[in-house]
């Protein structure tokens, strides 16, 4: 059964401080890989995509890693400002008829003052 | 401004009645979507409409349905509300391909009493 768990599922952090979002997956065929920022009250918005052949790509302070061997992703904030408390999902797509989407819980991440 | 945009953002009514949400898309896109939102966040895909043609129904109950009436929109149609209706209903669009994000409208809290 395709799952994509996300870890943690909620996490608080000093403004200005880096941190650092887990996915893990079983989707197979795996075809990419993709984080969304929701943030309050809104759509879920994409930051970045994976594919089977990229390790890193960052997207200004978001950097994505993929390990497909290992089937782990995770994204990392640096210097994070207030506007990065959010919920942070990914979502993988397997490569089939449709390339059906699996998504993980998310994780809140709250940055404080 | 360029959007999916969804009616209404709240919407509250009582068990047994009928509700409609409509979904309008600006993108030029080919495919919408329906998701809902549970209370532990985890989007799950409802529907999908690629040219006017319904590609995709996972398990939905069918006091749910989708009507497109051209490719900018797709609205969510729902009978005989029950409490487990609860959630957040976003729309989506997409380009086709694979590497093509979601574009998701801001969503529409229904709370069924």
């Known amino acids: 059964k395709n799952q994509v768990e996300q870890s943690p599922q909620s996490l608080i952090i000093l403004e200005g401080k880096n941190c650092t979002l887990q996915?893990?997956?079983?989707?197979?065929?795996?075809?990419?890989l993709r984080w969304y920022k929701q943030d309050t009250g809104r759509g879920p918005v994409s930051l970045t995509i994976m594919t089977f052949s990229e390790n890193t790509k960052s997207n200004g302070r978001y950097t994505a890693t993929l390990d497909a061997d290992t089937k782990q992703s995770s994204l990392h904030i640096t210097a994070s400002q207030l506007s990065d408390s959010a919920s942070y999902i990914c979502?993988?797509?397997?490569?089939?008829?449709?390339?059906?989407?699996?998504f993980g819980g998310g994780t809140r991440l709250m940055v404080k003052p | 401004d360029t959007a999916v945009s969804q009616t209404p953002k709240y919407l509250v009514t009582q068990m047994g009645n009928d509700k409609s949400i409509k979904c309008e898309q600006n993108?030029?896109?080919?495919?919408m979507y329906w998701y809902k939102q549970d209370s532990k966040k985890f989007l799950k895909i409802m529907f999908s409409y690629n040219n006017k043609e319904l590609i995709i129904n996972e398990t939905v109950p069918n006091r749910f349905s989708p009507k497109s009436p051209d490719k900018a929109h797709l609205n969510l149609h729902i009978n005989s509300l029950e409490l487990g209706d609860s959630a957040v209903y976003f729309c989506?669009?997409?380009?086709?391909?694979?590497?093509?994000?979601?574009?998701f409208g801001n969503g529409t809290r229904l709370t069924v009493t």
């Open positions: 989506a669009s997409s380009k086709q391909g694979w590497d093509s994000p979601l574009h």
């Open positions: 993108l030029g896109h080919d495919t």
């Open positions: 996915c893990n997956y079983t989707v197979s065929p795996f075809s990419n």
């Open positions: 979502v993988v797509s397997a490569l089939n008829a449709g390339n059906m989407l699996t």
